[in-house]
T-cell receptor
């Protein structure tokens, strides 16, 4: 199998606070992890690509100081939304690819719904 | 950037009928994948078709790929209520990233 666990599944926070979302590959080593944002009834928007031990690569228009990504091991990546504001409210989803082939199939977490008050 | 355009955006059919959804893309691809997303959940990989393949089957799923028209279709046969979900195509352009289409929201009515 290829199970990706994402935690928390739902978080409510006050404006100005920071929120950390964890993404773990439970039964495989992940070469790369991806962080997406999804608005209601819309597609996934890639925010950044994360490789273990190196800095994340952010997509154009995504503020790296706002969305901090840490990929400390082959099984864990975290996304921290710093100084969250209501406009950051969204559904955040992580995914991972496996070390062994096929490399470009992504295995997704269940997502985190962030509500900023 | 979103490359894939999916058609239709929403589809509602009766249980037992076949469901067909289409995806078009703009650039050359290495492969094309289809994913399914249940409401409020993550995506699940369904099937991958390589650029040198024209058709692929997996259970009740049938995927076609026409690289000359830059399009793909996903057919779900004998639909079930549990097939209700959003379906996304995703293209692999290299550099590990996938570009997802806008998705088709499929509703199967009992």
């Amino acid at each position: 199998g290829a199970v990706v666990s994402q935690h928390p599944s739902w978080v409510i926070c006050k404006s100005g606070t920071s929120v950390k979302i964890e993404c773990r590959s439970l039964d495989f080593q992940a070469t790369t992890m991806f962080w997406y944002r999804q608005f209601p009834k819309q597609s996934l928007m890639l925010m950044a690509t994360s490789n273990e031990g190196s800095k994340a690569t952010y997509e154009q228009g995504v503020e790296k100081d706002k969305f901090l990504i840490n990929h400390a091991s082959l099984t864990l990546s975290t996304l921290t939304v710093t100084s969250a504001h209501p406009e950051d409210s969204s559904f955040y989803i992580c995914s991972a690819t496996k070390v062994d082939r096929p490399k470009n199939i992504q295995y997704f977490g269940a997502g985190t719904r962030l509500s900023v008050l | 950037s979103q490359q894939g355009e999916e058609d239709p955006q929403a589809l509602s059919i009766q249980e037992g009928e076949n469901a067909t959804m289409n995806c078009s893309y703009k650039t050359s691809i290495n492969n094309l994948q289809w994913y399914r997303q249940n409401s409020g959940r993550g995506l699940v990989h369904l099937i991958l078709i390589r650029s040198n393949e024209r058709e692929k089957h997996s259970g009740r799923l049938r995927v076609t790929l026409d690289t000359s028209k830059k399009s793909s279709s996903l057919l779900i046969t004998a639909s079930r209520a549990a097939d209700t979900a959003s379906y996304f195509c995703a293209t692999d352009e290299g550099a590990q990233k996938l570009v997802f289409g806008q998705g088709t929201r499929l509703t199967i009515n009992p």
